[in-house]
């Protein structure tokens, strides 16, 4: 389960401050330390944690929480809503095109789960926005990624536009597009290549993608249980790539948290979706209230 750590530090924290009747700054910067540590310890950016820090003592300190009639509850209030706001605080919905197809294109390192997240992204918004879904076979750097695209393609009943490793990515994407308008498909889904690590040539053929196909949505791939890493190779391929948005994955083996509380203020980018399991419908919206719920209890 996701958060699994963190949260129990923070409620075991919290649950000494609930019943209070009385809350001092002290208590206040007390209970704050021992929150800092937590986040580190769940592998969130140093600066994160500082900022957020700040945030929560400068609120809590204030007048209407120490002088309520339940302080130790309205402190836990600010923290949650402070997570929340961390977290991005509203819930941020997938681009739709005017004019039809939506093209997404889908990046990430590979290993991160892009494939299979292009198939969930697409049964998603057929199932819950009943959309009619491309999905775009660009990764030709791994067979196994375009055969294991097309046997999504076929469990889903869901065209798949593949040319092979033979075609470059700029064509299949173009070529993507192009059968969606004759198909009548409302949403073309790019997967495209990964690599072990972010480098010159994967950002350049992303770059050509993108240029080629002007996607509505750049949507960054992390794997969520690389924690900080995963934070500092979103910053890379959003400073190249200019991403609108960052999908989470392997939420469910992550018992720290450390990318999903970081990412967002670090790169600004909204969080979309969640990954929860290796399963095609094991796929979330990411509602960063409830994420902060979780992590409160
Ligand atoms: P790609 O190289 O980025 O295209 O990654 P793949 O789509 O091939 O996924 C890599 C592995 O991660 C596969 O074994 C997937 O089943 C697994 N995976 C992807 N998303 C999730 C998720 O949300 N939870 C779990 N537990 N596994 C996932």
């Not at 929480?65 to 961390?86: A, D």
């Not at 697409?122 to 791994?142: E, Q, T, V």
């Not at 990964?194 to 993608?209: N, S």
């Amino acid at each position: 389960m996701a958060f699994e750590g963190l949260a129990e530090r923070l409620q075991s924290t919290f649950d000494k401050m609930k019943g209070r009747g009385k809350v001092s700054e002290a208590d206040v910067k007390e209970m704050m330390r021992e929150v800092r540590l937590a986040l580190l310890e769940a592998d969130v950016n140093f600066k994160v944690v500082k900022k957020f820090v700040n945030d929560v003592k400068e609120r809590a300190v204030g007048q209407e929480v120490m002088k309520s009639l339940t302080p130790g509850q309205q402190v836990i209030k600010v923290v949650n809503e402070e997570l929340t706001t961390l977290m991005g605080g509203e819930e941020s919905k997938i681009a739709a095109s005017r004019k039809p197809p939506t093209v997404v294109m889908l990046a990430g390192l590979q290993g991160a789960g892009k494939t299979t997240t292009v198939a969930k992204v697409a049964n998603h918004l057929r199932k819950h926005h009943n959309r009619k879904p491309l999905l775009a076979a660009a990764d030709i750097y791994r067979p196994a990624a375009i055969d294991q695209l097309e046997t999504l393609g076929k469990q889903l009943d869901m065209p798949v536009y593949s040319k092979g490793t033979e075609a470059s990515p700029v064509d299949i994407a173009k070529g993507a597009v192009e059968e969606a308008k004759e198909a009548n498909c409302d949403y073309v889904l790019i997967d495209t290549a990964g690599r072990l690590h972010v480098d010159e040539e994967l950002m350049d053929e992303l770059q050509q993608v993108r240029e080629a196909v002007q996607p509505e949505e750049i949507l960054l791939v992390i794997d969520s249980m690389t924690g900080q890493d995963a934070v500092n190779v979103a910053e890379s391929f959003h400073e190249q790539l200019g991403v609108t948005g960052a999908i989470l994955t392997k939420l469910d083996g992550d018992t720290r948290g450390g990318a999903a509380l970081s990412v967002r203020e670090v790169t600004g980018v909204p969080i979309k979706f969640a990954g929860t399991g290796e399963k095609i419908d094991e796929i979330d919206v990411f509602h960063p209230e409830r994420m902060a719920s979780r992590i409160l209890g």
